[in-house]
């Protein structure tokens, strides 16, 4: 039971993490901010990386569990 709610954290700390880049970003990410167009990609790419590696904790996380 404990594994589940640990799981279930690690995951909400991640998607805290990720709201909070991605409104830091829209705030200073703008085409009028110091690095325009590149800033957004930059947010773009943190962001899809953020959530690519939150899907691959949480199966190798579920995977951990299976095999115990």
């Known amino acids: 039971?404990?594994?589940?709610y640990f799981t279930f954290g690690f995951?909400?700390?991640?998607?805290?993490?990720?709201?909070v880049?991605?409104?830091l970003?829209?705030?200073f990410g703008g085409e009028?901010?110091?690095?325009g167009e590149w800033?957004?990609?930059w947010?773009?790419?943190i962001f899809l990386f953020l959530l690519f590696m939150i899907?691959?904790?949480s199966l190798f996380l579920r995977r951990l569990k299976q095999t115990n």
């Open 1 to 4: 039971m404990k594994e589940k």
């Open 11 to 19: 995951i909400g700390a991640f998607a805290l993490v990720l709201i």
């Open 21 to 23: 880049l991605f409104i």
């Open 25 to 27: 970003f829209m705030i």
């Open 32 to 35: 009028d901010s110091i690095g």
């Open 39 to 41: 800033t957004a990609f």
């Open 43 to 45: 947010a773009a790419f």
């Open 55 to 57: 899907i691959v904790v």
